[in-house]
């Protein structure tokens, strides 16, 4: 892979200033100004890179997600067996990188912005698709789950996700009430089990 362009460089280093200012004062404190003096570059410059800064926050959310994508591929590796693969998958979303209060309280901040921007929404949108794609992914080599429906694995791929988002939602707002290791042992009991029980996860038909 080649060296990133300057150009990508300033914008990461731009989007990162964001993400600096967000966890210190919040999105509506994150004014453009701030970014900048964050950056190190004058709000001109700022502009030059990114035509607002609702184009940071979508920017922002694409590389962090890019990121977490990134080390989770490199702690789980092809060679493992599926159960291994399942475990480490799941110690890796309920770990530490991936639920603090910087990265849930930014992320929270992005979630309050898209309410009133659709292209930020959309950015959202596609990170949580491309979150569920990646458990069937990673789950299709567990023989049960391989031979659900797609339309069985989708829902639950998207029941995964809300218990997540879930549990770190709860954990933010109060850390003491909620066990980050007793919601990934959970969370990984109830996968086992839809996956032996795949007609739990019927959808419903009305007559």
């Known amino acids: 892979m080649g060296r990133k362009s300057i150009a990508d460089e300033r914008r990461t280093q731009i989007v990162q200033a964001f993400y600096h200012c967000v966890i210190k004062e919040g999105a509506a404190g994150a004014s ?9 570059v004058s709000p001109s410059t700022l502009h030059h890179y990114f035509k ?7 920017e922002a959310v694409v590389l ?13 590796t092809p060679d493992f067996d599926a159960e291994v693969r399942l475990s480490k998958g799941l110690e890796f979303i309920f770990s530490n990188g991936m639920i603090n209060p910087d990265h849930t ?11 009133h921007n659709t292209r930020i929404k959309e950015t959202i949108a596609e990170l949580f698709t491309r979150f569920r794609t990646a458990i069937m992914d ?8 391989a031979c659900l429906e797609e339309r069985q694995k989708k829902m639950f791929a998207a029941m995964i996700v809300a218990l997540h988002e879930g549990i ?20 990984r009991a109830l996968i086992l089990f839809f996956v032996e029980n795949p007609t739990c996860i019927e959808e419903r038909r009305d007559p």
């Open 32 to 40: 453009i100004r701030k970014i900048a003096t964050e950056a190190g």
């Open 52 to 58: 607002d800064r609702d184009e940071i926050i979508e």
């Open 64 to 76: 962090f997600t890019d990121e977490i994508f990134k080390r989770f591929a490199e702690k789980i």
């Open 105 to 115: 309280g930014f992320f929270l901040e992005c979630c309050v912005a898209a309410r």
């Open 138 to 145: 990673h789950l299709n080599g567990m023989a049960p789950f």
């Open 168 to 187: 770190e939602l709860q954990w933010y707002a109060d850390p003491e009430a909620i066990c980050l290791e007793g919601a990934l042992n959970a969370t």
